[in-house]
């Protein structure tokens, strides 16, 4: 079974600087997908970024990029340039390549991130 | 951009009822799921549907769920008889091919009373 950990309950940011948010998974599977889910106060899951393992180059989007260490099984999420509307609950997220026909997701506990201005 | 859509977006029900939450997912998509967040804690896996029956359930997917797709539109989680400890938000979600992460639905918050 997956599991993903992610150690930062917690985290605070001033607008206009870059955070880091950490998080760590176990599995056995050579292939799979990584993701990061914001949640804000409306509770709406948002897709953020997806990351296929087996590719080694870094995923961007805009302002929002990952450092995927594989053989560490780590995958941070660093938000740059920080705006009052990334406040929000950040879930990492695991997904096997190989599902079959189901593709769960598995989630990390999550980081509340609060950005300040 | 397509969406999925939940309703209702909260619906409180005594103890012992049935509650029945509805999903539209997005329409091309084939695989359809459901998560359960239980306030301040992580979202966890319900169960996954794909051709028309369940793929894989949790533990916490017991007798008392069950799941729905009535019609070419409509996904349905029934909870038959509500304990308090089902008060949560219930996220749909669909996906279409492998890994391209999913889409999920704006949740149904349910509250057992």
């Known amino acids: 079974a997956q599991t993903v950990t992610q150690s930062q309950p917690e985290m605070s940011v001033q607008e206009a600087e870059t955070v880091t948010l950490s998080c760590t998974y176990d599995?056995?599977?050579?292939?799979?997908?990584l993701f990061w889910y914001k949640q804000p106060p409306s509770r709406q899951m948002i897709l953020v970024i997806r990351?296929?393992?087996?590719?080694?180059q870094n995923a961007t989007e805009n302002r929002f990029s990952v450092n995927f260490q594989k053989a560490a099984k780590s995958f941070s999420l660093k938000i740059s340039d920080s705006q009052l509307g990334d406040t929000a609950m950040y879930f990492c997220?695991?997904?096997?390549?190989?599902?079959?026909?189901?593709?769960?997701?598995?989630f990390g506990k999550g980081t509340l991130l609060t950005v300040n201005p | 951009e397509p969406e999925v859509t939940q309703t209702p977006s909260h619906q409180v029900t005594q103890m012992g009822q049935e509650v029945i939450l509805r999903c539209v997912p997005i329409?091309?998509?084939?695989?359809f799921y459901w998560y359960r967040q239980i306030l301040g804690q992580k979202v966890e896996f319900l169960v996954s549907f794909y051709n028309n029956e369940i793929s894989e359930k949790s533990e916490i997917f017991d007798d008392q769920f069950s799941v729905e797709r009535p019609d070419g539109s409509n996904f349905t989680l029934k909870i038959r008889s509500t304990k308090l400890e089902d008060s949560a938000m219930y996220f749909c979600?669909?996906?279409?091919?492998?890994?391209?992460?999913?889409?999920f639905g704006s949740g149904t918050r349910l509250t057992v009373v």
């Open positions: 990351q296929e393992a087996y590719k080694q």
């Open positions: 997220a695991f997904m096997k390549q190989s599902g079959g026909s189901n593709y769960k997701l598995t």
């Open positions: 329409s091309n998509h084939l695989y």
């Open positions: 979600a669909s996906s279409g091919r492998t890994g391209s992460g999913y889409t």
């Open positions: 599995t056995s599977e050579s292939n799979y997908y």
